[in-house]
């Protein structure tokens, strides 16, 4: 799904809950209504109301629809939305984001060592990778278990938010390159800056 696509999806939410003066716990259309009203595919209303979930501004509940959240304290995503979407530079700020944050995530993994069983997780792990047919969603699913594990809700969600739009951005999917990664992978033992160290080789093979 394309910037513009997904922006346009975003402004056409945006402007339903200010039109009906939607209070959190209200019900949002149905993706079928908001597919037909904008003329897209229901795939691509699903991603973008996807990402808002996992971002606690709506939440879906089986059976009955996808509703309101609070959205009083999400300032950030508005900002990063506005600032993703229409900068040049943005796919670039992005990627650099992206590696700090996913830095960041391995030395509180590694802080929080003694409580999690990295044997199970490098197992997991190597399974993710050997299944996945391109490095994007390899490495997602991936770090998707070590924030898990880091235990940040915060940096999380903000990580998640910036691997959407990387996602977006993307105008094709490179093969996993499983080698680099099951080296990388297997560092998980290790101290953290040779974990580091590894991770800084995988992003440069990927």
């Known amino acids: 799904m ?9 402004n056409e939410l945006h402007r339903y809950v200010n039109e009906n003066a939607l209070q959190p716990g209200d019900k949002l259309p149905s993706e079928r ?3 037909d009203q904008l003329n897209v ?6 991603e973008a109301l996807r990402s808002l979930e996992i971002l606690g501004v709506i939440e879906t509940r089986r059976g009955e629809g996808t509703f309101l959240c609070d959205i009083s304290g999400h300032q950030l995503v508005e900002l990063l939305s506005t600032f993703i ?3 040049n530079k943005s796919k670039t700020d992005i990627n650099e984001l992206k590696v700090l944050l996913e830095k960041s995530a391995l030395q509180l993994f590694k802080s929080r060592a003694n409580e999690i069983d990295t044997s199970k997780l490098i197992e997991l792990a190597s399974e993710i990778v050997k299944t996945q047919k391109n490095s994007f969603d390899a ?3 991936l770090f998707r278990e070590i924030f898990l594990r880091a235990n940040n809700q ?3 969600k903000i990580w998640i938010l910036l691997s959407e ?5 993307e105008d094709s999917f490179i093969s996993t390159n499983i080698l680099e990664y099951l080296k990388f992978i297997n560092s998980l033992n290790c101290e953290s800056n040779e974990i ?11």
């Open 165 to 169: 739009y990387a996602r977006m951005s």
């Open 2 to 10: 394309g910037r513009k696509l997904y922006l346009e999806i975003l």
């Open 139 to 141: 490495h997602t699913l």
């Open 196 to 206: 580091i160290a590894a991770y800084e080789k995988l992003i440069k093979s990927v």
């Open 85 to 87: 979407l229409t900068s």
């Open 33 to 35: 209504v908001l597919s």
């Open 41 to 46: 595919g229901r795939s691509s209303v699903r």
């Open 154 to 156: 915060l940096l999380m």
